[in-house]
T-cell receptor
Framework: DQQVKQNSPSLSVQEGRISILNCDYTNSMFDYFLWYKKYPAEGPTFLISISSIKDKNEDGRFTVFLNKSAKHLSLHIVPSQPGDSAVYFCAASVNSGGSNYKLTFGKGTLLTVNP | NAGVMQNPRHLVRRRGQEARLRCSPVKGHSHVYWYRQLPEEGLKFMVYLQKENIIDESGMPKERFSAEFPKEGPSILRIQQVVRGDSAAYFC???????????FGPGTRLLVL
């Protein structure tokens, strides 16, 4: 049972345009969400996170939007750069109850930014 | 400025052998987590350790897998009598405190022949 779903295995965008990566979750207990970026042969690198008490968090070119009623979040990258080409993982955890360390990951979306 | 270090980066074992994966957390981090990524899958939580203590091993297979984080030295994930289904990338992460961001190492890619 996959609790965090990234339904698009890949996404291709032009440099300078917006990249939108989507993520859906099924577990209503999740209250903390993260995006990680991963280059080949490296470990995931933390990008940005959002708590369920917010619906938006912004950090430079990266913005994460959370729609709790739809159990959906998205990562926007504006403007996209070739160096953003990587696999992006959506992850979620239950921040309360003492088990927030247990991250549940989606399968990832491969973003390719074309020059 | 050393991040999480894992070795070996690649490990080849034959069925029935033992695999030992090592993880050195970021200096000063006392919380270590192990995740496994099977081909075409996302990372899956295996175990959470603090120094000399296993806090949560709910994601670990009940047999053949064990983990430790001794007072001195790296954390070790040990897989006994490996099978082909154990072939995966194993990632270690660390954090300074429980509710802090987890920093991941580059992973160990285990191939079981």
């Amino acid at each position: 049972d996959q609790q965090v779903k990234q339904n698009s295995p890949s996404l291709s965008v032009q440099e300078g345009r917006i990249s939108i990566l989507n993520c859906d979750y099924t577990n209503s207990m999740f209250d903390y969400f993260l995006w990680y970026k991963k280059y080949p042969a490296e470990g995931p690198t933390f990008l940005i996170s959002i708590s369920s008490i917010k619906d938006k968090n912004e950090d430079g070119r990266f913005t994460v939007f959370l729609n709790k009623s739809a159990k959906h979040l998205s990562l926007h990258i504006v403007p996209s750069q070739p160096g953003d080409s990587a696999v992006y993982f959506c992850a979620a955890s239950v921040n309360s109850g003492g088990s927030n360390y247990k991250l549940t990951f989606g399968k990832g979306t491969l973003l390719t930014v074309n020059p | 400025n050393a991040g999480v270090m894992q070795n070996p980066r690649h490990l080849v074992r034959r069925r029935g052998q033992e695999a030992r994966l090592r993880c050195s957390p970021v200096k000063g981090h006392s919380h270590v987590y192990w995740y496994r990524q099977l081909p075409e899958e996302g990372l899956k939580f295996m175990v959470y350790l603090q120094k000399e203590n296993i806090i949560d091993e709910s994601g670990m297979p009940k047999e053949r897998f064990s983990a430790e984080f001794p007072k001195e030295g790296p954390s070790i994930l040990r897989i006994q009598q490996v099978v082909r289904g154990d072939s995966a990338a194993y990632f270690c992460a660390s954090s300074p405190l429980l509710q802090e961001t987890q920093y991941f190492g580059p992973g160990t890619r285990l191939l079981v022949l």
